[in-house]
């Protein structure tokens, strides 16, 4: 059983950066496109960007070039680098393969973006 730990949110001011951790448990990771959702408050999980094996990437049109993924398939890592956040980004923050068939979802991680 896979599990995903989502780390790095928090309370952050707008026009702050965070950077987002995603901790894959597979034991084959680099076969998978891994991507990263978020989950606006009384919204639903949307897919925002992913990163295939050899580290080609999308971008959901909203993020207008602030974010960044990245994926480390020796650590098994997935990242987010989040800049010029604004408090539309507030949401909880998940990764998991991109597949019709995912994961078993992880606790996420909140980004509060706020002054």
């Known amino acids: 059983q896979v599990q995903l730990v989502e780390s790095g949110g928090g309370l952050v001011q707008p026009g702050g950066s965070l950077r987002l951790s995603c901790s894959v448990s597979?034991?084959?990771?680099?076969?998978?496109?891994i991507g990263w959702y978020r989950q606006a408050p009384g919204k639903r999980r949307d897919l925002i960007s992913t990163i295939t094996t050899t580290g080609a990437t999308t971008y959901a049109d909203s993020l207008k070039g602030r974010f960044t993924i990245s994926r480390d398939n020796a650590k098994k890592m997935v990242y987010l680098q989040m800049n010029s956040l604004e408090p539309e980004d507030t949401a909880v923050y998940y990764c998991?393969?991109?597949?019709?068939?995912?994961?078993?979802w992880g606790q996420g991680t909140h980004v509060i973006v706020s002054s």
């Open positions: 998991n393969r991109v597949s019709s068939a995912s994961w078993d």
């Open positions: 597979a034991s084959i990771f680099n076969i998978h496109t």
